[in-house]
């Protein structure tokens, strides 16, 4: 073994994902880990086109805990061998068989990042040799499927390990996990696979949730009711736990009340929208007329047993702070509008020196304007800095048109870090990006309107390129129509000829 070097022994895991969402990936697990605080090593440094990583814990607890949380992790196991082919992976394992050290070790002149030839402990296999443990083999292939026979003899190919204990396919005492990773184009599929994995399955993600959460389930939806996965991962990234009191300012159908209180938090929101507040806008699933008696935001969360969380939503303008000065938030997890399918609006009136008369006041119904990009944020990123606790999150969305972006522009504030920056990819054209702020200061400074906060109109960019597209399109079709009639002419001059 001279020609080994050894290192302190921490437990090594296959973090498998969900390939999706990819750019969130990282800020989710990263939001977890300092939630928990919870410390991990990257064994291999993490790649977007690969859908696992491979680190190390302290303990296997660790894992189980940010696995409780992530909703973009499929499962992690307990890795025992990882190679590039089945001979070396085959090599590993029978070479852990007879290491006796306590510890993982690594050849001499092993690449850097590179576990190809890394040999876990036997300690790890001979854990689940005892005759009384029942245990199973699950072959899992990504961009390829494999027949039951063909998955049944990669499994005898691992006879040679100690397990003593009976085979049980349903619930057994201990899963055993072997992966094939062959690239993430399924129009290019290699013949081997990249990568190869083996070990002890350890945890699943929280992809359950996904579904349970679904906005199929709920009574009461909207237009723009952010889907289930996406509230999660805010969740997640705002770092919502028992006990703290979390704020939405433009709280619309209450889709992010669902995932911060799924995870005990107290939920408190507002918005200016009357209608979608009391359930009387227009309904949006397809067929229905009008709104039921039992649609709310309340409804929802009693359907998810959280009723308990729920403090109350307020008919406010945002850009009218109604809170106390001195009232702080946990969190604020939000999704402003952006003008599109739904208005940005404020309470406010064209006309100048216009007055209300004594007795009009009491029947008044406020008229509304444009509520600016630039200024919505603005309010949000202010309001964050007097109302959120020192070291607490804001996590929002932000709309942008995909070529003018530049991080130099998104909102910013003194007393906010911006720690997370992810895209979700609306078009070929737009896009929007979830913001995480972390508050670093209390010294909040009376900020004007952020230069950066907004530098163009979304709404008008928008829809000025869906009139560009349309237009193209239509130059287009009359493009082809007429190379369409020329070649049809010319036909006709052929057969005459």
């Known amino acids: 073994m001279s020609e080994y070097r050894f290192f302190k022994m921490w437990r090594r895991y296959l973090m498998w994902f969900a390939h999706e969402n990819v750019d969130f990936r990282y800020a989710e697990m990263q939001s977890i880990l300092s939630m928990l605080n919870i410390p991990i090593k990257f064994v291999e440094k993490p790649c977007v086109n690969k859908p696992y990583w491979i680190v190390e814990f302290p303990t296997e607890d660790c894992i189980k805990k940010v696995a409780s949380r992530s909703v973009l992790l499929k499962n992690c196991i307990e890795l025992w061998s990882r190679a590039t082919t089945a001979e ?3 090599s590993n394992l029978k070479n852990a068989l007879i290491n ?6 690594i050849p001499e002149n092993s690449i850097e990042n590179i576990s ?62 072997y992966l094939e990773f062959y ?15 083996f070990g002890k399955w350890v945890a699943d993600g929280q992809r359950e949730l996904i ?38 300012p433009f709280v619309g159908s209450g889709s992010l009340f669902i995932a911060a209180a799924h995870f005990g938090a107290y939920v408190w929101g507002s918005d200016i929208d009357f209608m979608m507040l009391h359930a009387r806008s227009r309904p949006t699933r397809v067929g229905q007329k009008v709104r039921t008696e ?20 307020v008919v406010s303008d945002f850009s009218l702070t109604n809170w106390r000065g001195d009232l702080k938030f946990d969190a604020i997890i939000t999704d402003p509008p ?31 304007v444009d509520y600016g990009l630039p200024h919505l944020y603005s309010d949000l990123l202010n309001f964050a800095a007097k109302h959120l606790e020192i070291g607490r999150r804001l996590v929002c969305w932000y709309p942008l048109v995909r070529e003018e972006y530049k991080e130099k522009q998104l909102p910013s504030h003194p007393c906010l870090k911006l720690i997370a920056n992810s895209e979700q990819v609306l078009s070929k054209l737009t896009a929007r990006r979830l913001l995480t702020y972390e508050k670093v200061s209390d010294e909040v400074p009376n900020m004007p309107v952020d230069p950066n906060a907004g530098t163009h109109s979304f709404r008008e960019k928008y829809f000025s390129m869906g009139e560009t597209t349309r237009r193209e399109r239509k130059e287009k079709k009359a493009e082809d129509m007429a190379a369409y009639g020329l070649r049809q002419f010319q036909d006709i001059i052929n057969d005459v000829s």
């Not at 006796?100 to 070790?105: A, E, L, R, T």
């Not at 005898?156 to 085979?167: A, D, K, Q, R």
């Not at 690239?183 to 994995?197: E, I, M, R, S």
């Open 211 to 248: 579904q349970t959460h679904s906005l199929k389930k709920r009574q009461f939806i909207g237009n723009t009711s952010m889907d289930a996965q996406l509230s999660l991962i805010m969740a997640n990234q705002a770092q919502v736990n028992t006990g703290l009191i979390i704020l939405d």
């Open 338 to 368: 952006y003008g599109v399918r739904e208005p940005t609006e404020r309470i406010g009136i064209d006309r100048e020196n216009y007055e209300l008369s004594d007795e009009h006041l009491v029947n008044h119904v406020p008229s509304k």
């Open 183 to 197: 690239g993430v184009d399924p129009n290019n599929v290699p013949d081997q696979p990249h990568d190869l994995f």
């Open 294 to 313: 039992e649609e709310s935001i309340k409804s929802n969360m009693k359907h998810y047993g959280t009723e308990s969380r729920y403090l109350d939503v």
């Open 116 to 177: 190809d030839t890394h040999i876990c402990p036997r300690e790890l296999l001979l854990a689940c040799s005892d005759d009384r443990k029942s245990f199973k083999v699950e072959v899992e292939t990504f961009c390829k499927h494999f027949t039951m026979k063909e998955k049944v003899d990669k499994i005898e190919n691992f006879s040679y390990l100690p397990l003593h204990g009976p085979v049980k396919l349903k619930n057994p005492d201990i899963t055993l996990a």
């Open 100 to 105: 006796s050290s306590g510890k993982w070790i």
């Open 88 to 90: 070396r992976l085959h």
